[in-house]
């Protein structure tokens, strides 16, 4: 099992930047691929942004340029810095693993498998 705890959620104002950061504990962090995803209210959840395990990275259009996802596994965390943020950014943001000999660092096999879940943290925009 793996089990992923995200902070750095809250409040800010348009244009603003929050880091998001998630820490994965129950397996070795370097076999892991992992992503976030995030889910506005009446809304379905949406991929945001992947880094593989040998840190490949891809980032949805809607958030390509203003967003970054990298990992650092010597502290088994993976981080979201985003910038420019807009209100239709507001969400509860999820981050999601998967085991690399499932999904060999392909983004669109992390997107469309199973996964595991964090509890989410939410990321307010206001205008």
């Known amino acids: 099992q793996v089990q992923l705890v995200e902070s750095g959620g809250g409040l800010v104002q348009t244009g603003g930047s929050l880091r998001l950061s998630c820490a994965s504990s129950?397996?070795?962090?370097?076999?892991?691929?992992m992503g976030w995803f995030r889910q506005a209210p009446g809304k379905e959840r949406q991929f945001v942004a992947f880094?593989?395990?040998?840190?490949?990275?891809y980032h949805a259009d809607s958030v390509k340029g203003r967003f970054t996802i990298s990992r650092d596994n010597a502290k088994n965390t993976v981080y979201l810095q985003m910038n420019s943020l807009k209100p239709e950014d507001t969400a509860v943001y999820y981050c999601?693993?998967?085991?690399?000999?499932?999904?060999?660092?392909?983004?669109?096999?992390?997107?469309?498998?199973?996964?595991?879940w964090g509890q989410g943290t939410q990321v307010t925009v206001s205008s």
């Open positions: 999601a693993a998967t085991e690399r000999l499932r999904t060999t660092g392909n983004y669109f096999k992390f997107i469309s498998g199973d996964k595991y």
């Open positions: 129950g397996r070795t962090f370097s076999s892991l691929d």
């Open positions: 880094v593989g395990w040998s840190g490949n990275t």
